[in-house]
């Protein structure tokens, strides 16, 4: 039975919690004038609940002291107010309570509360085998399109490699800071290796050919991106969808759109093409230009940041450009690494 310790501030408030909670969680209170950390680390909670009078002010003192405690790292802590105001419960969850709770409440909803925010901290937990799952799906899928399309062979995984690069760039920058979440570094990587997931759908013919494309076989490739958008699409309407699948659809069918409006499929330009596709469409080009094709040799680090540099505004985004311009050694040290493992 999980456990739920109360601050007793308050008798009339701790009774009400109790008598929410006592049936299906161990309840008890935090005892006064005692060493929090040493109390907390000899009675592990699964749950913090705490209780905030109108008269009492030190509420979000307590609540710092509780975050602390290494013993309370990952455990939700939980406002339950006398009185609420906007203010109030702003305050409580801009330092990090997982809820904010009025005591006027009835105690089937507190009850409820309570469950849905353990709930979560197990969905949580499990988060990094759910992950582990999702990476295995990603990387087979993409062994999948490489053992069809023999003529770009690790092009999916150094593609990986090179916007990784350029998305730590991106993320120290001023520019994009604070516009793309920590959170989503794993699902971006993830959704990476899967954009040409479409040309699965292309046939060998086409996407064997050893020599240069012709117009007709040209188009045709190119709808590999829309193959791409319908396969996650199908995903995303039978499951409901995560963002790593929403990712993983826009780099899928925007990574051939040009900054310029140019591009495929749909003519998009500049901020209207999704920026993590943008991102891709370099990381994407830098390895094909330093690939060797059955058709063409492979082109030189510096040759390679040229031509980009001379798709500046054109065929690239500028600022994500500069970007890569200010990490080219790194996009250089990342391909020699590539040329002796081959």
């Known amino acids: 039975m999980k456990h739920i310790m109360i601050t ?13 909670l006592q049936e299906y ?12 950390q040493d109390y907390l680390r000899h009675n592990p909670v699964d749950l913090f609940l705490l209780t905030v ?14 975050m602390r ?13 006398e009185q609420v105001s906007p203010e109030l419960e702003q305050q409580a969850l801009s330092i990090g309570a997982h809820d904010f709770i009025s005591m006027s409440v009835s105690p089937e909803l507190l009850l409820h509360r309570i469950c849905t925010c353990l709930e ?31 003529t770009t062979g690790g092009h999916l995984k ?23 979440p920590l959170e989503d570094t794993r699902d971006l990587l993830r959704s990476v290796t899967l954009h040409d997931i479409g040309k699965i759908g292309i046939n060998d013919e086409v996407l064997r050919k050893s020599s240069a494309l012709d117009f007709k076989e040209f188009e045709y490739m190119k709808t590999h991106t829309i193959l791409g958008k319908q396969a996650f699409d199908k995903i995303i309407k039978e499951t409901g969808g995560n963002r790593w699948l929403y990712l993983a659809r826009d ?10 409006g140019t591009g ?57 450009v500069d970007l890569f311009i200010n990490a080219n050694e790194q996009f250089e040290e990342a391909l020699n690494k590539k040329q002796e493992r081959e």
């Open 8 to 20: 007793n501030h308050d008798a009339q408030m701790f009774r009400a919690a109790e008598h929410a």
């Open 25 to 36: 969680y161990s309840i008890s209170p935090l005892p006064k004038d005692i060493d929090l």
């Open 53 to 66: 009078t109108a008269a009492h002010t030190d509420s979000f003192h307590m609540y710092d002291n509780i």
């Open 69 to 81: 405690i290494p013993e309370m790292i990952g455990k939700p802590v939980i406002f339950f107010a």
């Open 120 to 150: 979560l901290m197990e969905l949580r937990k499990q988060k990094p085998y759910v992950e582990k799952y999702q990476d295995a799906i990603s990387f087979s899928f993409a062994e999948l399109v490489e053992f069809r399309d023999v």
């Open 158 to 180: 150094n593609t990986q490699r090179y916007f990784e690069i350029l998305l730590k760039q991106a993320m120290a920058s001023d520019l994009y800071k604070d516009i793309i």
């Open 251 to 260: 780099m899928a069918y925007s990574h051939h759109e040009r900054w310029d």
């Open 264 to 320: 495929y499929p749909d003519g998009l330009s500049g901020q209207d093409i999704p920026l993590f596709a943008r991102m891709l469409t370099i990381a994407d080009v830098y390895d094909a230009l330093t690939s060797a094709r059955t058709y063409k040799e492979a082109y030189s680090h510096q040759k390679a940041m040229e031509i980009i540099l001379e798709g500046k505004g054109s065929f690239f985004d500028p600022d994500l």
